[in-house]
């Protein structure tokens, strides 16, 4: 079954860190352009970080930048978002999706791609990040 599968999320206080996961199965990351997404109550989903395929490039946006890192194990067949200096801001619930096509990071963290079921091949579930004390 395809599926991405994400742990990690909770309730942190103001400064803490946190870091989320995401182990596809059923089929493997390595050629795949990843992201992590993320949901406030009465928005839309924004893009947070993204990982493109066709040539490994980054994007985050700009509130998280110097405080996320977005990065991959394939031997584990997992992403992760290690979050730090978390803000009350950063509450939201956070999926992570996947995607075969090869375009730079930004593509899939901008535009449609975010608010949109098929902007990605597949999706996790999302997990909730409350940051607050």
């Known amino acids: 079954q395809v599926q991405l599968v994400q742990s990690g999320g909770g309730l942190v206080q103001p400064g803490g860190s946190l870091r989320l996961s995401c182990a596809a199965s059923?089929?493997?990351?390595?050629?795949?352009?990843i992201g992590w997404y993320r949901q406030a109550p009465g928005k839309e989903r924004e893009g947070v970080s993204c990982?493109?395929?066709?040539?490994?490039?980054?994007w985050y946006t700009d509130s998280v930048k110097g405080r996320f890192t977005i990065s991959r194990d394939l031997a584990k067949n997992t992403i992760y978002l290690q979050m730090n200096s978390l803000k009350p801001e950063d509450t939201a619930v956070y999926y992570c999706?996947?995607?075969?096509?090869?375009?730079?990071?930004?593509?899939?963290?901008?535009?449609?791609?975010?608010?949109?079921?098929?902007?990605?091949?597949?999706w996790g579930k999302g997990t909730q990040v409350t940051v607050s004390s």
């Open positions: 999706a996947a995607d075969h096509s090869g375009h730079p990071a930004y593509y899939y963290c901008s535009g449609d791609v975010p608010s949109s079921e098929s902007g990605m091949d597949y």
């Open positions: 059923g089929f493997t990351l390595d050629y795949y352009s």
């Open positions: 990982i493109g395929s066709s040539d490994s490039s980054t």
